[in-house]
């Protein structure tokens, strides 16, 4: 059963499929775009958030990394340029995101260190204390059921394993708050339109942000699920943040 408003955003109303199915469905149908539109419609900034979430785990130095709804691989190859791991298992629900990913891991020779695999963050294939640490960059909005997901998460990290969880947030400032629900709502969408044919992708983007329950809220729920040494930074005003915690 949903807990929280952002279990329940769909991309598609009335389709008769899970939140999950569709998230799937809408992913593989963009894939073929996607990487280009995160660059042009974050001006390239995501690449910058990307990595300053990566660098939070610079001290943990963790050899095995699990990167949770790892799309693209862009966080994975990223996670291995810079902390230089022995292995990194990407795993997402969308087989077309994961096909792009493939591609260019193999175009960098990354392949006996990073593999990406079809995968279900609610339900991993993963021994208990399997990882010395998990990433999560642009995906728990779009867990069917988050806590479940997150205790999986839990599952599987190795005592003292850190969690790095990227994620979309609403900026509280009056002028930027203004400025962001505008291009959220009208201009995003409609380039989304334009460049993958799917404007009810980047409108559920926004949905699920809006629904998505952010700060001292996820903070909140990550120790509800086990986790402690929490913290959270914020990026770009508030753009983005990045939240943390340890097992």
């Known amino acids: 059963m949903a807990k929280y408003a ?24 963009i894939s073929h775009r996607y990487d280009f539109l995160n660059r042009f419609l974050s001006a390239g900034i995501d690449v910058g958030w ?7 785990l610079k001290l943990n130095r963790p050899k095995v990394i699990l990167d949770v709804a790892t799309g693209t691989a862009d966080v994975a190859l990223l996670t291995e340029k810079i902390l230089k791991p022995n292995k990194i298992i990407g795993i997402d629900i969308s087989e077309g995101m994961l096909n792009i990913g493939k591609e260019k891991v193999i175009k960098q020779k990354k392949e006996r260190i990073i593999d990406l695999q079809l995968g279900d963050s609610e339900n991993l294939k993963f021994d208990d204390n399997y990882f010395d640490a998990v990433t999560v960059a642009f995906g728990v909005r779009n867990f069917e059921n988050l806590e479940k997901g997150l205790k999986e998460i839990f599952r599987v990290l190795k005592p003292t394993g850190k969690l790095v969880v990227l994620e979309f947030s609403k900026p509280q ?3 930027i708050k203004g400025f962001y629900h505008f291009y959220m709502n009208k201009i995003m969408p409609q380039f989304g339109s334009i460049f993958s044919g799917n404007k009810q992708a980047y409108l559920y983007l ?14 909140k729920i990550l120790h509800e699920t086990g986790f402690t040494q929490t913290y959270l930074k914020t990026l770009s005003l508030g753009v983005c943040t990045i939240y943390c915690g340890r097992k």
């Open 206 to 219: 926004n949905n699920s942000v809006q629904a998505f329950p952010e700060g001292q809220q996820f903070i």
């Open 50 to 56: 990307r990595k300053k979430a990566i660098k939070e």
């Open 173 to 175: 400032k009056k002028g």
């Open 6 to 29: 952002h279990d329940v955003i769909i991309p598609t109303e009335n389709s008769g499929l899970s939140k999950k199915n569709q998230v799937a469905e809408m992913f593989n149908n």
